[in-house]
């Protein structure tokens, strides 16, 4: 595997329901992100993850928990979500250390909350 | 804070015609910049990024882009566009030092036969 990779691809979910989304990067990145895509909306930054720790929280609902147990993993994980949390859930990676914080995206996760 | 702002939701381009994709920003720091391509069920991909030097920056796929600061705007042009140019493109824009990156809303390229 290279780069980013996010699973599962797609995921339906009822409002009562919990489950993960998972994140991997394969980069060596020390920094990691969560974003949300809705249609006819910018993209929204959620949490960035550097060095493992928290640094940002754009104050995402509660039923949306982030967990990053080491530098190259990162979840999601979702509970009592609403429909209009129906979205892409993309995450990406950077160098946190370098000079210019490209960030690389993994495809997304495509949620479908019924 | 910093802004980013696309100026056109929607391109539509015939193929071999060239194409501008405009974006301008607002920061008061200095900035680095960002074009990404989102081609349909994908994530972002880096097209092309500005951070110092030259304002003509040169990406992937035969994309350029101009910084220009007085005018704060960093368009992303293409001099020949192809069927595959079809995507959704969005600009970015971080303070230089920060791990942020703020994007527009992005532009639908569409390229029509």
């Known amino acids: 595997e290279t780069g980013v990779t996010q699973t599962p691809r797609h995921l339906v979910m009822g409002m009562t329901n919990k489950k993960s989304l998972k994140c991997e990067q394969h980069l060596g990145h020390n920094a990691m992100y969560w974003y949300k895509q809705s249609a006819k909306k910018p993209l929204e930054l959620m949490f960035v993850y550097s060095l493992e720790e928290r640094v940002e929280n754009n104050s995402v609902p509660s039923r949306f928990s982030p967990e990053c147990p080491n530098s190259s993993h990162l979840f999601l994980h979702l509970h009592t979500l609403q429909p209009e949390d129906s979205a892409l859930y993309l995450c990406?990676?950077?160098?946190?250390?370098?000079?210019?914080?490209?960030?690389?995206f993994g495809p997304g996760t495509r949620l479908t909350v019924t | 804070a910093q802004s980013v702002t696309q100026l056109d939701s929607q391109v539509p381009v015939f193929e071999e015609a060239p194409v501008e994709l405009r974006c301008n920003y607002s920061s008061s720091v200095s900035v680095y910049l960002f074009w990404y391509v989102q081609y349909p069920n994908q994530g972002l991909q880096l097209l092309l990024k500005y951070l110092s030097g030259s304002t003509l920056v040169k990406g992937i796929n035969g994309f350029e882009a101009e910084f220009n600061k007085s005018q704060t705007s960093f368009h992303l042009r293409k001099p020949s566009v192809h069927i595959s140019d079809t995507a959704e493109y969005f600009c970015a824009v971080s303070e230089q030092g920060a791990q942020k990156l703020v994007f527009g809303q992005g532009t639908r390229l569409t390229i029509n036969p």
């Open positions: 990406a990676s950077s160098q946190g250390e370098g000079n210019s914080y490209e960030q690389y």
